[in-house]
């Protein structure tokens, strides 16, 4: 199955946040198309201010994105079966790679156990092993430019 | 399909204080076509083949969906530059991106197989943390832009630990242009040699 590794879009959307007494807490990041990133981390915990960075990619760099995503093999999965967002939080993944288009939504995973006592525990697996792709965007926007 | 409580997170849009004025943040315009996407990338005109869409995200409800064009029409640090292709270099030096690392390369491997063409100032080597091994990537800083360069250049295309790596620029000064990614090579053919800036 052609899922357009080397041609057609790209693009990745993760959010992970919640309302909670110390208001919004998120991170979100998006990897665009032509290759910007655009970061942002807002956890207002001892009012920390908002973090907002962007940074151009490579195409070396989208390419290994893509891989990845592919490698994990999470466009085939669904959300049909996962947790829905609640009030501990909310998780959302859009993806477009190719001529597919997903976009999952569920609530927060704690940790592996939420996954092996859900619904759907293969699906949530891959989702959450690739979800710490987050680490990949925070590495990026870790560096400073002038 | 169960859509009622598909919502039970509260976000208010107002009570969002993400919300900068400058909302021209060159975040284009949606697309018209259905489905469309909860951020804007780049608007109508690039390709706009129909996709197959799965996921509960295109069934959410307009509030999420306005908290969230929120968020990313706010205004975001971004480089002062001229924009275009070409690498970019951070406040410490030129991070080189090397992908194709076999998964049980340890830090040694690249430091030596990379620490030749200069003193490496950061090296970070990715973890799979479902597998423990190596992701298959890393990023290597060099002081200097003729110590990345030729690493790049010696580099792309060689062999590490048995696999093929490439090596390439991490960080670019602007978009690239789509037709590039579609007849790209480990090399590329867009210039190599660009402005530096100290």
Sequence with gaps: MAEGEDNGEFYLRYYVGHKGKFGHEFLEFEFRPDGKLRYANNSNYKNDTMIRKEVFLTPAVLKECRRIVSDSEIMKEDDNNWPEPDRVGRQELEIVMGNEHISFTTSKIGSLMDVQTSKDPEGLRIFYYLVQVHLIAELFSSYDFQ | MAHAEVETVDFEPDDDDLMDEDVGDGSPSRAGTIPRLKSAITGGGSSSTPKKTKGRGFRDEA????????????????LDSEGGPGPERSIEGWIVLVTGVH????????????????????????????????????????????????????????????QTITVDWAFSKGSFKRRNIRRRSPRGPRSRSPRRRF
């Design chain 2, 63 to 78: 509030a999420a969906e306005a908290d969230r064009s929120a968020r990313m029409s706010a205004r975001f640090d971004s």
């Design chain 2, 103 to 162: 998964e049980e390369a340890q830090e040694d491997d690249l430091q030596n197989a990379f620490g030749e063409f200069g003193e490496i100032k950061n090296l970070h080597l990715n973890l799979d943390r479902r597998t423990g091994f190596v992701k298959g990537y890393a990023l290597i800083e060099f002081e200097n832009f003729e110590e990345a360069q030729k690493t790049i250049s010696e580099m792309d295309g060689t062999e590490l630990l048995t």
